[in-house]
């Protein structure tokens, strides 16, 4: 995911079957939505409800350069206002669901480009060879920050060869970890809905939006 755009979660809340089912008709009214806006819309996951028809959650990921203001009129607590379509004397009639905006874990791939390669004194144990030749290589990952060196090889193309395993691995640790992160803050957005105050409402089994 670029900077222009970023992640949609639609979440039932932990709610019961008729915010699961709120979730199925809601999620593609917000692929609509976001297509006629112009933007790109993909379904990255979901989580099936406790119901045929159902959806606990899904994850959208949205693309394009009015993400943000389109996120910002989309986030928050979701009302539909019916009656259960799977227990029809049920005198509930307001159902709420959320949809909160998530940055999308960094992605982190291997581009020349990207890296800044320094030739350095090698220093420290090794002789005379080592301190007088440019053998040792840092390398810095620009978009990220990273930096490795390697040092310990005599020559430097064995070097470099190591920094790149080395930045390589490190790059990874870094992906895994965001996507560790991202992937608690979704669950945490199933504790988070207010249930009130919607940004959006819909009525009735057509899930006609009210204006």
Do not use: Y
Not at 10 to 15: A, E, F, I, M, N
Not at 87 to 99: E, G, L, T, Y
Not at 155 to 172: D, G, I, T, V
């Amino acid at each position: 995911m670029n900077a222009a755009g970023g992640w949609l979660q639609l979440s039932s809340g932990r709610g019961p079957a008729e915010c699961g089912w709120v979730i199925a008709q809601l999620l593609p009214k917000l692929v609509a939505a976001a297509t006629a806006a112009g933007l790109t819309a993909k379904l990255l996951d979901s989580s099936p409800g406790p119901l045929p028809g159902t959806l606990a959650s899904a994850l959208l990921a949205v693309d394009g350069e009015g993400f943000e203001p389109f996120a910002r009129d989309w986030t928050g607590s979701v009302q539909w206002i019916g009656a259960s379509p799977f227990r029809p004397a049920h005198k509930r009639r307001n159902w709420f669901v959320a949809i909160d905006r998530l940055d999308a874990p960094r992605e982190l791939p291997w581009r020349a480009d990207d890296v800044r390669v320094e030739t350095l004194r090698a220093g420290g144990p090794g002789g005379q060879h080592v301190n007088r030749t440019d053998s040792a290589v840092r390398l810095t990952h620009r978009p990220s920050g990273l930096q490795v060196l390697a040092r310990e090889e005599r020559s430097q193309h064995q070097n470099r060869r190591l920094a790149e395993q080395r930045l390589a691995a490190r790059l990874a640790a870094l992906a895994r970890t965001d996507r560790s992160d991202t992937d608690a803050e979704r669950w945490r957005c199933h504790d988070r809905l207010i249930r009130g105050n919607a940004r959006r409402v819909f009525v009735g089994p057509g899930f006609d939006e009210r204006g």
